[in-house]
Structures are given as C-alpha cells and as structure tokens.
C-alpha cells in the first residue's frame, strides 16, 4: 500500500472516514450494552467504583434473605404468644366460673342421742377438704350440783399455827429511829439455831445512809428491816436469805430462821445504843429486846381424800412449810381463804388432782372435776395435831371437816340442732370446708369441697345423728372438679403451644437464640432471645397441675386466678419485645433495600451511557460518515480530471 500514492484531499477524507467509523462502533457499543464504561480500559476510576458500589450492594442483598427468615421466625414466636394468652384468658375464666359455682352437696341428718347420753357421743367429720378429722360433742353438762363434795367448817375466830414459827423474834416499831451524831450505834447480839456463837451486829450511820436516808433517820419497819439486813450480811456470821429471813409487817419487824425442825430458833441479846457524843441518844428502840423463840415442825393438818371413788385414798398435810409458802409472816392460818390456800398447795404436794376447792366464807368445798354417776369426794382420818406428838388436838380453827360423799347424777344432756349448728360453723378447722344448718329441725351438713366427706357418728340408714360408729358420705362438688380437669388441659395446651412456635429450627419460646445481621461487615446485629434464655412454658409461668381439692376454697381460688394474671402479664410484656424486635428488623430491612437502591444508582451512575445523548452522536456520525463519503468522492473525481486529457 505504501507503493499507492494518494492525493492530500483523498488522504484526508480517508483518514476523516476512518475516526469516524472508530467513533460509530464506540456510539454503537454503548448504544448495546447501555454502558458508556464497559471495561478497566475505558474509565479506569469509574470501572473499579462502581465494581465496588455494586459488589456491597451484593452483599447487602444476600442479607434481605436472612433478615426475612428472622422476620418469620419472630412471627411464629409471635403467633405462639397470642394463642398462648387466649390459653390463659381460658384458664382464667375457667378459674371464675369455678369461684362463683356454689353447687356443694349436702344432706340433712335428725338428732336423737337418746334420753340418757354417757356424754360421749360425737359427731366426726373426715376426708373432705380436712386435713385432720374434726370432732363435735353431741352433748353437754347437765350443770352444777352434779359431782360430789365435801365441806369442812372453819372457826375464823381462831388463828391456826399461832405457835408453829420456825423461831423468831419481833420488834415493835414506834415511829423513828434518829441517828444524829456519827457516834451513834444500835448493838445487838444473834443467834440462829443454837450454834452457840453469837454475832455482835452494829447498826450505825453507815448503815442508815446505806439504804437512802438522807436524814439519817429510820422512818418505819421497812426501813428498820433493810438496815437489820445490811448490818447482819455487813457482820458476815449469818446471811439474810440463807440463814435467817427479816421481814416488815405491820409495824413489826420479824426475824426468822430460815430452816425449820427442833433446834430452829433465834436468840437475840445484849440489846443496847450508843451515844455518838452530841448528846442525844438514839430513841424508840424499846420494840427489840433480849429474846428468844423455839420452832417446832411437826405441826400438821392431815386428811385422806379419795376423788370419784377410786377406793384409795390419798393423805394430805398441811405443815408449817405450807402455811409458809402462802405468805403469812405470822404464821398462821388468820381466814378461810389462807385455808383454802393451803388446802389447795397440800392437794398439789401429794398429787391429787381432779377436785377444785372453793369457799362460801363459811364452808370450804371439795367438788369433784368429773361428772357422772361415779363423781364424788369422800375425806377421811381427818387429824390435827398442834406440837407433832401423834395427838389429835383439834386446834389450828377447824370447828370440823365433815365428809359428805356424792352419789352422782346423769350429767350430759342432748345438744339442740341450733346449738350444733353455732359450734360447726363457728369451728376455725371447719371453717370454709363445712357449714351447717338447721334445716326444719334436722342438722343440714353442707361438704364444700370436690372430694367426698365422711360423717361418722350417723346411722345411715334411717339418717339419724346419735354418735355412733355408723357412718355416712357426703359427696364432693363435681362442677369445681370438672372444672380443675379442664385447666389442666389448657395448662397442658400452653406446653405444645410454646413447643410448636418455631420456624426454620428455631424457637424463641424455647430459650432459642436468634442473632440479626444487618450489614456486610457484621458490626450491626441484634439478639433476639426470651427474657433471661427461659422457656416460655407452664412451669416458667408458675403453672402446675392442679388436684380438684385445689378448688375447694374460694382463697385458693383467688390465688390461683392471681397466678394466672401474672402470668398474662409476663406472656404480654415478652410479646411486646418480640414485637419491638420485629419492628426493628422491620425498618433495618426497609433501610437495607434503600441502602441497595442507592449504591446501584451510584454505580450506574458511573458507568452508564446516556442513551439519548448517544442516539444523537450516532446520528451525528452516520451524517458525518455520509458527508466525508462524498467529500471522498469529490476528492477522487478531481485526481481523475486528468484522465480527460487524454
């Protein structure tokens, strides 16, 4: 070709042609695939972004699918949710209908105990809603003047044990006792039970001051006991408590020795005050002097008692320890009332029970506990000796104790039907689990609870009460007990709901994890899982099978009720998150197909051609391409001119 030699103008048009075919195929192109940056060639920046946009838009792409499968898994969850809380609004119906039913059985029961009760004829309830069986007393007392007694008259002119100290000496108090200088002292010298040793005792101002006299003066006999006891335990020979007792009583001072037997006693002597130097001597003290008391402790009241006939009687002794124990600083037995006191303390001591002893002022009374034909008190070997020496010498205020035995009468009488009626219903272990009525004189026996009662105590078949061994049964409330069968049923229905709430193998009922991804780089996920990983089931919800006893109370009842709201409230707060989850996932899958929208415009944008821009240019071209044709035309018509010449 390089042999050819062409004109300039034909070079031209030639070369015009040729850019502008190149031009056409590269119009052509775009035209076709729509693309204005079909290769790394073409546009080397715009090529790789857009490759870039496009490949995360890819990806994000591939996430709609996942996002979607999460969306039906949280609506399966959902869908358990809701048929689960209609579920429970059964039960709890179902636990109202079984609150406002009050279809108990009962039965209606005459009363005949017979004309002569022995008193122990009951009426037993067990089963039922009863934990344990529960007696009722058919009958009662016949009232007072039943059991046997015995009186003994008492002379209260007389004062019993008047010489039975243990040994003691009084002292008179007379107004007061005024210690004004230091110096002033009040000696006296003890003795208790004979040992033989005497202690001096000294009491001075120390003393008075000791037990809170700011005026050093002793005022009365209490006064005067405490300073005689702090002096005696200050000397330390004796001990106030241990070995001898100092009492105050009606302005006396008594001291006492604590034991008792022959050789008890208290010496006092060498009785004296001392003049502190002020010139005054310590007055009143005429009440204490030089004394001394022997004690006996064989002194006794004795009787034999025998209580409802047991044929042994048992001995009683009333001795100085007893008369002691009721509080008499004298001594004695001063009115009926100490007697009865140390009647009743000698009972104790020998261990007679079933008597109460009483007094009218006049009579003390011995009453049999029991009552029936075998009631009875019968004293005997009544004795009274004065100085222990086996005689009886009738003293001590007993004018006499007469024994007068009880013969006994019937003492139980028939309860009435009202009467049975109060002590049932008012009966706490009965409360809400029986009630009674009289209904037209007949007990009427209502068994609220769902399993059977027994009624023992009942002849059947004439359906007479008369607290015998017969029985009878009451039947349960079968509406509360059908009731109990259909919650459990629908209890059962919650556990194959919470079962059967899964999609694509997982279930979010039963703890399962469902974790979201939401971008390319999985930096943005979200966990979507029950509260705490807990199956939502019966048993998570505090749900249990129920025995129809469980419907008995209308307590129970109203705790289970609150249970089964509880557990609305926890099944409706979980499906409020899992329909917040949803949402979310919702509006991240809204966003994601935008974000998806947005890179692809993007990369189009990039790499696309303008369509109608280069439907122009292709016009443009082929206009182009016809006017160099001719214009080449032209240019080869004049290199052939000189053809003409020839």
């Given at each position: 070709m390089s042999d050819i030699t062409l004109s300039a103008g034909v070079r031209q048009n030639l070369l015009s042609l040729q850019n502008t075919a190149d031009m056409m195929a590269t119009t052509q192109s775009r035209l076709a695939t729509g693309k204005k940056v079909n290769s790394a060639l073409d546009n080397p920046t715009n090529f790789f972004t857009s490759q870039s946009l496009n490949n995360r838009a890819s990806d994000l792409s591939s996430l709609l699918d996942s996002m979607s499968n999460g969306m039906k898994t949280l609506e399966a969850a959902d869908n358990g949710l809701t048929s689960m809380t209609k579920t429970l609004e059964s039960m709890q119906s179902t636990l109202r209908q079984a609150r406002q039913d009050k279809s108990f059985e009962k039965t209606s029961y005459s009363v005949d105990v017979g004309s002569n009760p022995a008193g122990t004829e009951q009426l037993t309830f067990s089963g039922g809603a009863l934990g344990a069986a529960e007696a009722i007393d058919l009958t009662t007392s016949g009232g007072p003047g039943t059991s046997g007694t015995a009186t003994a008259t008492y002379a209260t002119s007389s004062s019993a044990f008047a010489a039975a100290t243990s040994g003691a000496v009084s002292a008179t108090f007379f107004s007061s006792l005024t210690f004004d200088d230091g110096g002033d002292q009040l000696n006296f010298e003890i003795d208790v039970d004979g040992t033989g040793s005497p202690a001096s005792i000294t009491i001075d101002q120390s003393i008075v001051s000791g037990i809170g006299n700011g005026d050093n003066v002793i005022a009365d006999d209490t006064e005067l006991a405490e300073a005689i006891t702090a002096a005696i335990n200050a000397e330390g020979t004796f001990s106030v408590g241990t070995d001898l007792t100092v009492t105050s009583f009606m302005g006396e001072v008594w001291i006492q020795s604590a034991s008792s037997g022959a050789s008890a006693s208290i010496a006092i002597s060498g009785v004296g005050v001392v003049d502190g130097g002020g010139g005054n001597t310590i007055s009143n003290t005429s009440g204490l002097a030089d004394s001394a008391a022997t004690g006996l402790d064989e002194e006794a009241i004795s009787f034999g008692i025998d209580v409802d006939g047991t044929g042994s009687p048992t001995t009683v002794t009333i001795g100085h320890s007893i008369v002691q124990s009721i509080g008499n600083h004298d001594l004695a037995i001063g009115t009926i009332d100490e007697l009865q006191?140390?009647?009743?303390?000698?009972?104790?001591?020998?261990?007679?029970?079933?008597?109460?002893?009483?007094?009218?002022?006049?009579?003390?009374?011995?009453?049999?506990?029991?009552?029936?034909?075998?009631?009875?008190?019968?004293?005997?070997?009544?004795?009274?000796?004065?100085?222990?020496?086996?005689?009886?010498?009738g003293l001590y205020g007993l004018d006499s104790i007469v024994s007068t035995p009880g013969t006994g009468e019937p003492a139980f009488v028939a309860k009435s039907v009202d009467t049975l009626v109060a002590e049932i219903n008012s009966n706490s272990n009965l409360e809400g689990k029986i009630r009674a009525s009289n209904d037209n004189g007949k007990l009427r026996i209502e068994n609220q609870s769902t399993n059977d009662l027994t009624v023992t105590g009942v002849t059947a078949s004439t359906g007479t009460i008369d607290g015998t061994t017969g029985t009878d049964t009451i039947g349960g409330n079968e509406v509360r007990s059908d009731l109990a069968t259909q919650f459990n049923d629908l209890r059962d229905q919650l556990d194959k709901l919470s079962d059967d709430s899964s999609f694509n193998g997982i279930n979010l009922l039963q703890g399962d994890l469902l974790t979201m991804t939401f971008n390319e780089t999985s930096t943005s996920t979200l966990d979507i899982q029950s509260e705490n990983g807990e199956t939502l089931n019966s048993a998570f919800l505090g749900l249990s099978t129920i025995e129809a006893d469980a419907l008995d109370a209308d307590t129970d009842i109203d705790a289970l009720i609150s249970t089964v709201k509880s557990a609305l409230g926890t099944i409706r707060s979980q499906a409020s998150t899992f329909g917040s989850n949803l949402s979310m996932v919702e509006n991240r899958e809204d966003f994601t197909k935008n974000m998806i929208n947005t890179l692809e415009t993007g990369a189009d944008d990039l790499v696309l051609a303008d369509t109608n821009e280069e439907a122009a240019n292709m016009l443009a071209l082929q206009t182009r391409q016809q006017l160099s044709s001719t214009a080449l035309s032209l240019a080869s018509q004049a290199d052939q001119a000189v053809l003409r010449l020839f």
């Amino acid at each position: 070709m390089s042999d050819i030699t062409l004109s300039a103008g034909v070079r031209q048009n030639l070369l015009s042609l040729q850019n502008t075919a190149d031009m056409m195929a590269t119009t052509q192109s775009r035209l076709a695939t729509g693309k204005k940056v079909n290769s790394a060639l073409d546009n080397p920046t715009n090529f790789f972004t857009s490759q870039s946009l496009n490949n995360r838009a890819s990806d994000l792409s591939s996430l709609l699918d996942s996002m979607s499968n999460g969306m039906k898994t949280l609506e399966a969850a959902d869908n358990g949710l809701t048929s689960m809380t209609k579920t429970l609004e059964s039960m709890q119906s179902t636990l109202r209908q079984a609150r406002q039913d009050k279809s108990f059985e009962k039965t209606s029961y005459s009363v005949d105990v017979g004309s002569n009760p022995a008193g122990t004829e009951q009426l037993t309830f067990s089963g039922g809603a009863l934990g344990a069986a529960e007696a009722i007393d058919l009958t009662t007392s016949g009232g007072p003047g039943t059991s046997g007694t015995a009186t003994a008259t008492y002379a209260t002119s007389s004062s019993a044990f008047a010489a039975a100290t243990s040994g003691a000496v009084s002292a008179t108090f007379f107004s007061s006792l005024t210690f004004d200088d230091g110096g002033d002292q009040l000696n006296f010298e003890i003795d208790v039970d004979g040992t033989g040793s005497p202690a001096s005792i000294t009491i001075d101002q120390s003393i008075v001051s000791g037990i809170g006299n700011g005026d050093n003066v002793i005022a009365d006999d209490t006064e005067l006991a405490e300073a005689i006891t702090a002096a005696i335990n200050a000397e330390g020979t004796f001990s106030v408590g241990t070995d001898l007792t100092v009492t105050s009583f009606m302005g006396e001072v008594w001291i006492q020795s604590a034991s008792s037997g022959a050789s008890a006693s208290i010496a006092i002597s060498g009785v004296g005050v001392v003049d502190g130097g002020g010139g005054n001597t310590i007055s009143n003290t005429s009440g204490l002097a030089d004394s001394a008391a022997t004690g006996l402790d064989e002194e006794a009241i004795s009787f034999g008692i025998d209580v409802d006939g047991t044929g042994s009687p048992t001995t009683v002794t009333i001795g100085h320890s007893i008369v002691q124990s009721i509080g008499n600083h004298d001594l004695a037995i001063g009115t009926i009332d100490e007697l009865q006191e140390a009647i009743e303390a000698g009972l104790t001591e020998a261990g007679v029970t079933g008597v109460t002893v009483s007094n009218d002022g006049t009579y003390i009374t011995f009453t049999s506990d029991s009552q029936g034909t075998s009631s009875s008190v019968v004293l005997s070997s009544i004795e009274a000796d004065a100085d222990g020496d086996g005689t009886d010498e009738g003293l001590y205020g007993l004018d006499s104790i007469v024994s007068t035995p009880g013969t006994g009468e019937p003492a139980f009488v028939a309860k009435s039907v009202d009467t049975l009626v109060a002590e049932i219903n008012s009966n706490s272990n009965l409360e809400g689990k029986i009630r009674a009525s009289n209904d037209n004189g007949k007990l009427r026996i209502e068994n609220q609870s769902t399993n059977d009662l027994t009624v023992t105590g009942v002849t059947a078949s004439t359906g007479t009460i008369d607290g015998t061994t017969g029985t009878d049964t009451i039947g349960g409330n079968e509406v509360r007990s059908d009731l109990a069968t259909q919650f459990n049923d629908l209890r059962d229905q919650l556990d194959k709901l919470s079962d059967d709430s899964s999609f694509n193998g997982i279930n979010l009922l039963q703890g399962d994890l469902l974790t979201m991804t939401f971008n390319e780089t999985s930096t943005s996920t979200l966990d979507i899982q029950s509260e705490n990983g807990e199956t939502l089931n019966s048993a998570f919800l505090g749900l249990s099978t129920i025995e129809a006893d469980a419907l008995d109370a209308d307590t129970d009842i109203d705790a289970l009720i609150s249970t089964v709201k509880s557990a609305l409230g926890t099944i409706r707060s979980q499906a409020s998150t899992f329909g917040s989850n949803l949402s979310m996932v919702e509006n991240r899958e809204d966003f994601t197909k935008n974000m998806i929208n947005t890179l692809e415009t993007g990369a189009d944008d990039l790499v696309l051609a303008d369509t109608n821009e280069e439907a122009a240019n292709m016009l443009a071209l082929q206009t182009r391409q016809q006017l160099s044709s001719t214009a080449l035309s032209l240019a080869s018509q004049a290199d052939q001119a000189v053809l003409r010449l020839f």
